[in-house]
């Protein structure tokens, strides 16, 4: 009883790697960043324009299912399991675009922090120019307005 049981079972030393959406992808090297760029926002349009034409031909195919006409049982049955396919594949349209909008906010939070980083320095600078620019009218106009002028204690008096 000491020996080790034999069976046909196979027991996996280690988990195997998954290679998921494995895609013909052009290489990098070989691609300047704006057309790399350039290409995934197009891919993301494309899958945005299929799921919106996804949506809207299901919604114009349930608006053309819903005659109003003499119809016998069957083609009531008819017309229901075609509306019911058309609001499905409406549905899954939806969950897909509601995934893109996700995908897409992450890449935004995820993006080039250093691009972020250089607009919001170039654009506090530009503040801080309009600023230094306000200040100095403000005090000059404040030197003004507080200023003695010469000849100007008489024009103000009493009569």
Known sequence: MSDVPQTDVSRPSALPT???????????IDQK??????AIEEEWNKKVDVEIETLVD??????SLASIEDKDKFRIAQETFQAQCRAESMI????????TIH?????????????IARRRDAELRAVQAEK???QKRVAALLDELLSPRAGGAGRG???
């Open 18 to 28: 998954a290679k998921l959406l494995q895609r013909q992808a052009q290489p990098l």
């Open 33 to 38: 960043s704006n057309e790399y760029l350039d």
């Open 58 to 63: 299901g919604m114009v195919d349930i608006v």
């Open 92 to 99: 899954r349209a939806a969950h897909s675009l509601t995934s």
């Open 103 to 115: 995908s897409m906010k992450l890449l935004l939070l995820l993006s080039d922090e250093t691009q």
């Open 132 to 134: 230094a620019d306000a």
């Open 157 to 159: 008096g009493a009569t």
